[in-house]
T-cell receptor
Framework: QQQVKQSPQSLIVQKGGISIINCAYENTAFDYFPWYQQFPGKGPALLIAIRPDVSEKKEGRFTISFNKSAKQFSLHIMDSQPGDSATYFCAAATTSGTYKYIFGTGTRLKVLA | KAGVTQTPRYLIKTRGQQVTLSCSPISGHRSVSWYQQTPGQGLQFLFEYFSETQRNKGNFPGRFSGRQFSNSRSEMNVSTLELGDSALYLC???????????FGSGTRLTVV
């Protein structure tokens, strides 16, 4: 129940294309869903986050789509650029009580120039 | 505004030794969490400290311990190192709890 399942494990996209990464969770107590971007040799950096009371959040080229009934959420990267090549992690957390993130297993994205 | 600072960046230790890792959170952040990152297991929660108290602990053996000081700086200790402890150890801070984590660049521990 504490797992967050992330897919695909790796993704190759042409420059200008759309990258889509999906995550699914089981625990309905989760109420905060962030996405992190990690470059080699660096720690994960918060990209965008969503609460379950909205179905979509957009920040620049990055969009989170959230489906509460299906317990799924996804990251869309529009107009993907080579500089977006990194590993992306979804996570789920409760904002009261447990104070820990459950991370997905990560998606290694490569954007071809 | 300075980010989360972890020291050292790299560490090589021998099996059976112990190690202490340090984390200085963003100024004003009172919550510090530690994660272990490995290729096989991904990011796994170790523990979280808030105002010098451990609030939550992950499923790691007792060889992994931590503490937080009054200035919110935190240390993590691993005793009796095993080869499987080789990993990137990440520290994350946030103002109050688990919303809005900022991660440090991590300490790469290699156990030989």
């Amino acid at each position: 129940q504490q797992q967050v399942k992330q897919s695909p494990q790796s993704l190759i996209v042409q420059k200008g294309g759309i990258s889509i990464i999906n995550c699914a969770y089981e625990n309905t107590a989760f109420d905060y869903f962030p996405w992190y971007q990690q470059f080699p040799g660096k720690g994960p950096a918060l990209l965008i986050a969503i609460r379950p009371d909205v179905s979509e959040k957009k920040e620049g080229r990055f969009t989170i789509s959230f489906n509460k009934s299906a317990k799924q959420f996804s990251l869309h990267i529009m107009d993907s650029q080579p500089g977006d090549s990194a590993t992306y992690f979804c996570a789920a957390a409760t904002t009261s009580g447990t104070y820990k993130y459950i991370f997905g297993t990560g998606t290694r994205l490569k954007v071809l120039a | 505004k300075a980010g989360v600072t972890q020291t050292p960046r790299y560490l090589i230790k021998t099996r059976g030794q112990q190690v202490t890792l340090s984390c200085s959170p963003i100024s004003g952040h009172r919550s510090v969490s530690w994660y272990q990152q490995t290729p096989g297991q991904g990011l796994q929660f170790l523990f979280e400290y808030f105002s010098e108290t451990q609030r939550n602990k992950g499923n790691f053996p007792g060889r992994f311990s931590g503490r937080q000081f009054s200035n919110s700086r935190s240390e993590m200790n691993v005793s009796t190192l095993e080869l499987g402890d080789s990993a990137l150890y990440l520290c994350a801070s946030s103002p109050e709890g688990n919303v809005g984590y900022t991660f440090g660049s991590g300490t790469r521990l290699t156990v030989v």
